[in-house]
């Protein structure tokens, strides 16, 4: 299977995706096998609140990469589109493909939809193994989108080397548009259905935001591609307006792209943010492996027996926490509770 992924076979790569998320031991070995061939990939997060319109941009940007107006190669793309798993029934619709109809049958995009799996930060538990398939298999850019949650859905920056925070009018006040967040993990702001009123107020807002911390940037489109060329210190996020229904301010936005991969490259950025894209990676995968090997050394029916306690108030969480880490004795009743 690792040949027939390296030689293009989309059938073989769909399947290493869903070994790797079904967490299966040939999946992950398959993807050790894979991994000298990673790290060439430009990955690009898309992220925002929810309607406000990012599998339609990301559409639109997988277009215009493979349909380029300027001049510019045809660059390979694949999309990972993360939907939220439900809470109740444990299923996920799915549903951000449906969006992407129109790219269906070009062999040049692959298209992986991801359930959440109950996972916060906006992204699934497996989602940054998946990339690496998909940097394997050689896809050039990989857009990751999000699954909308948010104000607190950072985990993206972490993933992605360009990071796309996405905006619309209407969607609150100005305070609304830039809590803390979303807005300082932005390598480029986009105000979608920017042909609806408030947009100006919503750009208004970004911009006042942006001059806080850049007092000397360049948020306009005009502005910001001299100050790119002018000096290569500082990246400040460009505020772009897009229609991605109607594909306007798309080309801008791919313009925008391509220069922040240019600044990252240039300023020695890409490789940080390449060391602590793989850090963040191990550091989870290493959690989850201690966490398994910890529980696996407990005795048989000690943690529930925790549990129990603790739901009956008869030892804290503190105390409870020093029973598991030390195994210790669970202590009686009345040496766990205080006397009045």
Do not use: C
């Not at 277009?63 to 190669?73: F, I």
């Not at 502005?223 to 505020?239: F, G, L, M, N, Q």
């Not at 990252?264 to 201690?290: N, V």
């Amino acid at each position: 299977m690792v040949e027939a992924i390296l030689a293009g076979q989309r059938l073989a790569l769909a399947r290493l995706l869903t070994l790797i998320e079904n967490d299966a031991p040939e999946g992950w070995a398959m993807l050790d096998a894979l991994y000298p061939r990673t790290g060439q990939a430009h990955l690009i997060g898309v992220t925002g609140a929810p309607g406000v319109g990012k599998s339609s941009l990301v559409n639109q940007i997988a277009r215009a990469l493979r349909h380029p107006q300027d001049g510019e190669p045809p660059k390979t793309v694949a999309i990972v589109a993360v939907d939220p798993t439900s809470p109740f029934s444990g299923g996920a619709l799915l549903g951000d493909r449906v969006r992407m109809r129109d790219l269906s049958g070009d062999p040049g995009v692959f298209i992986r939809s991801m359930a959440s799996r109950g996972a916060l930060g906006g992204l699934a538990p497996t989602t940054a193994a998946v990339v690496q398939a998909l940097d394997a298999a050689g896809f050039e850019i990989i857009l990751i989108e999000t699954v909308g949650a948010g104000q607190a859905e950072v985990e993206i920056a972490r993933l992605a080397h360009t990071t796309i925070v996405v905006e619309a009018p209407g969607g609150g006040d100005d305070i609304q548009a830039i809590k803390a967040g979303l807005l300082e993990i932005a390598d480029l702001l986009v105000i979608n259905k920017a042909d609806r009123p408030g947009a100006d107020l919503t750009e208004r807002a970004l911009r006042s935001m942006l001059e806080l911390g850049y007092p000397r940037g360049h948020h306009r489109p005009e502005d910001w591609a001299v100050a790119t060329t002018e000096s290569k210190e500082t990246w400040v996020p460009p505020i772009l307006r897009t229609v991605a229904t109607e594909g306007k301010g798309i080309p801008e936005v791919v313009r925008a792209l391509r220069a922040h991969a240019d600044y990252l490259r240039a300023s020695s950025q890409w490789q940080a943010r390449e060391q602590a894209r793989l850090k963040d990676i191990l550091d989870h995968m290493l959690q989850a492996a201690l966490l398994a090997r910890w529980q696996a050394g407990l005795p048989q029916g000690f943690y529930q027996e925790v549990v129990q306690r603790l739901l009956r108030r008869e030892l804290s969480p503190h105390q409870a926490l020093e029973v598991l880490l030390n195994q210790m004795p669970i202590p009686s009743v009345e040496n766990s509770r205080l006397v009045p």
